[in-house]
């Protein structure tokens, strides 16, 4: 059995920038073995699967190299490009997800993608974890969580752009990652995000964490529409816009490649 499968750059303009996710649409769901075999076997950050339940609307799945994942940014984008790529005259599809519920997606004029998640601003927290102070190089001004990752928030760009982080530490705060971030010169605001604990290192482009950069950082610098730039080595451009209860993200993609998977 052949399965075709779309390797999308996404949250860039140019090839080999912003983060690869590879994207499968069928008719059925694979077994979970099978889409966690693929998943490890593409070796990249997520592979998104996909199956169709009515028109232009879509049940979606993340599938890290080592396990599902709850909701990912730049593979609903990536899994958006290959299906607007595929029907033209299509304008928007809604994806659905057990964790996270309807996520309208539409394409925009400048050839972005957009997508509307839902709002999840961080809350500070006083007691910082032990492993956040002993697994970053550089202290943190503040710091806050939410339901995926703690948020290191600090006073320089040039803080989140040369720290470093301890592995074993970080990895003890599972399921929830690290994300870094500051106001920026170029951006409204930077980050870099670390996932140890879901079986990553550094995540290129991490769409799904802006449902909480952007309203923190919407609050800071009193604006809703904000330009964010993840400062990983291959880098990505994300559009935010806080509107209530959800959080608008948008980005360009292209493709990288396009092939099928023998089964």
């Known amino acids: ?54 028109q232009n609307s879509y049940n979606i799945r993340w599938f890290s190299p080592f396990a599902e994942i709850a909701f990912c940014g730049h593979a609903t984008l990536a899994t958006a490009f290959v299906i607007f790529e595929k029907n033209p005259e299509t304008q928007s599809v809604i994806f659905n997800a057990e964790s996270v519920g309807d996520l309208m997606v539409g394409r925009k004029s400048d050839n972005s993608i957009e997508m509307n998640f839902p709002n999840r601003e961080p809350e500070l927290i006083v007691d910082i974890p ?54 920026s010169t170029e951006h409204d605001f930077i980050s870099r995000y670390f996932w140890p604990a879901n079986g990553g290192d550094e995540d290129p482009v991490t769409g799904s964490i802006h449902t909480g950069l952007a309203p923190y950082w919407a609050k800071k610098l009193g604006k809703s529409v904000l330009n964010a730039y993840q400062a990983s080595a291959r880098g990505g451009k994300l559009h935010c816009e806080v509107k209530g209860d959800r959080v608008i993200i948008s980005g360009k993609a292209v493709k990288y490649l396009e092939g099928f998977i023998n089964l």
């Open 130 to 183: 032990i492993e956040i102070a002993d697994g970053l190089s550089i202290q943190p001004s503040e710091v806050l969580i939410n339901q995926q990752a703690y948020f290191a928030i600090y006073e320089n760009e040039s803080d989140v752009m040369f720290v470093t982080y301890d592995r074993e530490k970080l990895v003890k705060l599972g399921p929830r990652d690290v994300v870094v971030s500051a106001m």
């Open 1 to 54: 059995m052949k399965i075709k499968m779309d390797i999308i750059d996404a949250f860039t303009s140019k090839p080999f920038q912003g983060n690869p996710a590879a994207v499968i649409i069928t008719d059925d769901w694979l077994s979970e073995d099978k889409m966690q075999s693929i998943a490890f076997e593409n070796n990249l950050s997520e592979t998104a699967f996909a199956v169709a339940y009515n």
